[in-house]
């Protein structure tokens, strides 16, 4: 038996249950059997949490395989369907739509992108709308899904999904994990933190019932709250609701009445977007606006009178602020999920953050030392994914011709960070779009947003030009037969969902 270093972390505490506190407890409890360190997790059943989203992007995918949940196991428990996009309705003008795809649009041409290669066909002759080179988005509205093939000479390979899920019960499925593998839950709530009067470091959390928890390390999963983030270590917030104006959002279930789109729509309406997310058991809706520019009744109104299906249950309301902490990772305390910053969930972000919070806390993990090159590793690599997020986000918004209501014609006219001017009049030259330092959003992302936008260049790349332009149309002719060929084969994405349903009965 090894003898346990001085400096190792002999107490992880885990502030807050929720989505964020037990994917956090799950996946650290994982990785850290080694005998020595314990985790306990506090929550509060009093405490209502924030329901952080019920649909992902496809890292979520690698993540459940990580801590070891079945994917077939995962669909039962929580209810999930398949999610192979998002469609934008009425976001660029009233009576647009497009679908931003996971996977990735055709193939490339002796290493020029293939959206490249579509920006000239588009240009000078006619040619199909880019969504007809993505098995992804052809699936999606052929209500078609399977799972992608590890062959990379298959169509199939281009595939990318992620899920729709009930977020109570995935909480509820890691939760059970991080108890079989250790965790202990304490029921309380905390009223007091207790600082060291040198280090300034937290030492106890005190519990309404008067137990103090001691610990060397301090995960925060409180929600909008941050109690030791915010409020004990007294990191500021800051605020990015001058480019993200949404502030509240109200919500309701409702019954399903169709099989299940493998897909999440989100349409723009006067003062915001609604979302619309099937899962196996309901469809979750939801209505994010802006307050400077709509009444709460006004936004609960809109949201029933677009409502598809009977209503299930009340509607419930919730007031954010979108932005982030100026630090993530501060003294012996680590924010994870909304309490270290919220991102309105377009393009359903918001647990995918909780994902890479945890990820790069398992890669920066400390001792007792805290050494400062940890935190600050971390909190740049965390800042540069917030705001990576917030460019793509607000370009939404920037990129529309509308202006049929106040809200609209701000986000049209607002400034934008300099980061996200300098990708779209990179774009707009020459439609160059590059991924910057392990950026979550890739070529293929933007290219969906800004195409889907109207957003054009000038030109293309001039390395296009040594393409004949014949044999790249019968390229892509071919391209979008295959795809379409591919798609048609599929199984139907309620079918498919059945037969995964069987191997858990077996």
Known sequence: MTDTPSTSLKHIVIAGGGTAGWMTAAAISRLTQNGYTRITLIESETIGTVGVGEATI???????????????????????????????????????????????YGRDVEAIKFYQLWLKLRTLR????????????????SGKFSAPSPNPNSVLSSLAYAYHFDAALYAKMHRELAESQGVQRLEG???????????????????EDGQKIEGDFFIDC??????LIGQALGVEFEDWSHWLPCDRAVTIGGERDTDPDPYTRATALSAGWQWRIPLQHRTGNGHVYSSQ?????????????????RAQGTARKIHFKTGRRKKYFHKNCVAIGLSAGFMEPLESTSIHLIQAGISKLIALMPDTSFNTIEAET?????????????????????????????????????????????KLDLFKSKGRIFRHQDELFGEDNWAALLIGQKVFPKSWDPMVDTLNTDHLEQHLKGMQQLIR?????????????DQLLKQTKN
């Not at 006619?126 to 509205?141: G, H, T």
């Not at 409180?222 to 109690?227: E, H, P, Q």
């Not at 520019?293 to 677009?306: F, G, P, R, V, W």
């Not at 060929?485 to 079918?495: G, L, R, V």
Request: glycine fraction near 4%; include cysteine; hydrophobic fraction near 35%.
């Open 189 to 207: 709530k905390i009223i007091e933190t207790s600082l060291h009067p040198e280090t300034g470091h937290i030492e106890t959390l005190k519990l």
């Open 58 to 104: 496809p890292p979520i995918v690698g993540f459940n395989q990580l801590i070891g949940i079945p994917e077939a196991d995962f669909i039962e428990q929580t209810q999930a369907t398949f999610k192979l996009g998002i469609e934008f309705r009425n976001w660029h003008s009233i009576g647009d739509a497009y679908m931003h795809p996971f996977g990735s």
């Open 378 to 422: 971390y909190n740049k690599l965390t800042h540069m994914q917030y705001e990576q997020i917030r460019d793509f986000l607000i370009l939404h918004y920037k990129a529309t011709d509308r202006t049929d209501s106040d809200f609209w014609s701000y986000v049209k006219n607002m400034d934008i960070p300099d980061s996200l001017q300098t």
């Open 222 to 227: 409180t929600g909008f709250r941050a109690l």
């Open 485 to 497: 060929k591919t798609a048609d084969q599929m199984p139907t994405h309620q079918n498919y969902i």
């Open 293 to 309: 520019y709509i009444t709460d009744d006004e936004a609960h109104k809109a949201l029933m009178d677009n409502l598809e299906g």
């Open 126 to 141: 006619q040619a199909p709308d880019i969504q007809e080179f993505c098995l992804s988005a052809v699936a999606a509205y």
